[in-house]
């Protein structure tokens, strides 16, 4: 059996989804705009993929409306963990699955850089997003720093216990992890295929302590981080990686286009 993995299950059993983290792009016009020529694109793709969008919470809206009856999913790029309340700023679970939204990227290595998210906030929105029946992305990563010190597995344990902490078996099964190493974000440099590939069979490794080979071995782990139509073939291609959270090749329909259909190719 191709790409049979080394637990005996195939990496084709699990689900290829490819994301476009959109972060602080693209008004509700423009971002209309791009998901009517996606929706062309993605129509020609093989359907053996999911393909979300993920716009900021203005966009959200007119978004939902334009993917409408096509296969495009949408998520949004936060949610906060009350239902409701003097949280001046922040998205409730409810509002977004109101909103008609799927998806939500959980812990993004911008929010905990720039806006104080830490490990215990991730848990609390996982767990209200888990709640309202939406489908969590949940970024880990090392920062260059922690690769270059030997910690990026000890940075990743902690990130992926401490997301999964109180979260039941059941719940577990339907997160997806993104790992973007922070150092390869936005930079133009990737993790090569093989350092990927070590650095997400580490991460299953984790999840399989915590929850055992079937959650382990079912769970979608994507790889962020300057992926790009040229990488995207060769890093899918990895056993454990299963599809991709674009940042900036995925602000044009074309570029994204062809990024999901190389991680169809790569999936095979
Ligand atoms: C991201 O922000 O999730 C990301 C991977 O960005 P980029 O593809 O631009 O590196």
Redesign the pocket.
Known sequence: MEDAGKYGNDKMSRKLIVAG?W?MNKTASEGKALVEALKNEAAGICSCVEIVVCPPFTTLCSVVEAAKGSRIKVGAQNVHWAENGAFTGEISAAMLKEAGVEYVIIG?S?RRQYFGETDETVNSRLKAALAAGLKPIV?IGELLEEREGGRTEAVLERQVKGAFAGISAEDAAKVVL?Y?PVW????GKTATPEVAEATHAFIRSVVRALYGEAIAEGMTIQY????KPANARELVAQKDIDGG?????ALKADSFAELIRQAVEGNR
Do not use: F, V
């Open positions: 983290n972060k993004h911008e970024c993104a973007e390869a974000i936005g930079t962020g981080g300057s992926m959270l674009i940042g900036g090749a």
